[in-house]
């Protein structure tokens, strides 16, 4: 489209769904046929001048969401109902959720932790620009890949750090090396020890977590091998928390293996008061039950099915 059909575009869309005219309205005031107003929103439409989102966070299941408090330290669950039975549209309306919620929990002149992954490169993408200012972004843990595999660890730092104005802390490191005195001397860079500080602090933080199972972002990234699958497994891993390997109870399943990480530790994003966790998929259901026995969620979204298989799997 050329400028002038662009503001066309623009201007019957305007028209259509902010004033309410009728497509016959519409067309006799543009001096068009009725079939190309529709072709034209149709275009406006593809070319992403026109985005429609169907709202339905303000769906809410208070029972299932009492059940989940009375079991877990947390202080709310956000639960969305599965409405088309696609599991990527479902993993857009909890992320969805969480964007609308985002605001509640920025403060002027604060700290943001994020972390990176699949459902992460979701959330980013739906991110609403909310006016603060002062605001700190920083990774959680390092996001480079060993492979050649990129983790769009940088791309959601991006996009959190432009939907608040703020400005962005990349740890520029791998999530886990080989041993931990790699771990311990990355720490000391000026740049990661600054950022590690900072999480100290960190008021608000948003992750996921990941099963135990592939593929899965940190075996296409070469931070663990068929090899370790199988060993973590037997040795009672259950998934993990920004780059974290958990037990059943939340904790790092071998301290040895977790000295390894390069990022935030458990006990540091444990501190930090709003932590904001999305989880979706019952194959999730034992790593997300660890991180709520681990006090590792205040706020969780989720998907309703996943939330009563854990409710169902944790009597009281």
Not at 23 to 33: C, K
Not at 132 to 148: E, K
Not at 238 to 260: M, P, Q, T, Y
Not at 290 to 300: F, I, K, M, N, R
Request: hydrophobic share 40%.
């Amino acid at each position: 489209m050329d400028t002038k059909k662009i503001n066309q575009a623009i201007r019957i869309a305007k028209m259509h769904y902010e004033l309410h005219y009728s497509q016959l309205e519409i067309a006799r005031m543009e001096g068009i046929s009725k079939s190309s107003v529709s072709r034209i929103l149709k275009q406006a439409m593809d070319m992403g001048i026109i985005e429609v989102r169907i709202k339905d966070s303000i769906l809410s299941n208070s029972t299932l969401e009492s059940e989940l408090i009375a079991r877990f330290p947390i202080k709310r669950a956000v639960i969305v109902p599965d409405m088309v039975g696609n599991k990527q549209i479902l993993l857009q309306d909890v992320c969805a959720a969480l964007a609308d919620d985002l605001p509640r929990y920025l403060k002027n002149d604060s700290i943001l932790g994020v972390a990176w992954g699949h459902t992460m490169a979701v959330l980013a993408k739906q991110l609403p620009r909310i006016k603060r200012r002062g605001i700190s972004v920083i990774q959680l843990t390092g996001g480079f890949s060993r492979a050649i595999y990129e983790s769009g660890a940088l791309d959601i730092l991006k996009k959190f750090t432009e939907c608040v104005g703020g400005t962005g802390y990349q740890i520029p490191a791998p999530a886990m090396v080989d041993q931990p005195f790699i771990a311990e001397a990355l720490k000391k860079d000026s740049q990661i020890k600054h950022i590690l500080s900072m999480a100290q602090t960190c008021q608000t933080a948003v992750f996921s977590v990941g099963n135990l199972e592939r593929p899965s972002v940190l075996y296409e990234m070469g931070v663990i091998n068929e090899k370790d699958y199988g060993e973590f497994r037997k040795r009672g891993a259950v998934g993990d928390c920004c780059s974290h390997f958990l037990n059943k109870e939340g904790d790092a399943f071998d301290k040895e293996i977790d000295s390894r990480v390069v990022g935030a530790s458990l006990e540091t994003i444990r501190r930090i008061p709003n932590k904001l966790v999305i989880a979706v998929g019952t194959e999730k259901t034992e790593v997300i039950t660890a991180a709520l026995t681990g006090g590792l969620v205040d706020s969780l979204y989720i998907d309703e099915i996943t939330a009563k298989e854990i409710v169902r799997k944790t009597p009281l």
